[in-house]
């Protein structure tokens, strides 16, 4: 008998909740709301129970402004620091949970064309969590967070819309 790992847990929940959100059962605002309500309160936890290696971990997923980079690979840099903030919470159901909504959202927004100012901005946002994590603040881990993805919001909507424009149109 094998026993599921927190991997394989979150990658079936990851196909299931996007073949949910392809086939429209899901909505955008049900998507980034539970995001919201998990990933600000693991950055609060994050900065609470950092242990010795995590910064580090977290700024080696932040890259340098230059070179530029490819889109896909600035993506994986992107749902590296996520997962990265989740497993500093050292809560596996948190991990579970969060993976997949973030898969979900990333994907949609992946495959949009996202400026250079974009990916700068991200980094940003990702460097101040890493700065409130660090300082052990949590309000401010949480706030930081909470900055973040209120900022991705109209990119997740323009997203959203175009990846169902085609789907419209066929209808």
Known sequence: MTLPTVDHISESLSSNI???ADARDLTLE???EVRMLLEVPAARLAARRRAEGDLERLRATIPPDRPVLDTQVEFVHNRDFH???IECCDNRLLQIAAQPVFSALQTSLSRSGL?????RSIHAHHARIVEAVEAGDEA???AEMHAHLSFLVPYYEKAWKAARL????GA
């Not at 400026?115 to 990916?119: A, E, G, L, S």
């Not at 085609?166 to 149109?169: C, D, G, K, S």
Request: charge should be neutral; charged fraction near 10%.
């Open 18 to 20: 996007a073949l949910l």
């Open 30 to 32: 049900e998507l980034i």
């Open 83 to 85: 997962a990265t903030l």
């Open 115 to 119: 400026p250079r100012v974009f990916h």
């Open 140 to 142: 401010g881990a949480a």
């Open 166 to 169: 085609p789907l419209a149109a």
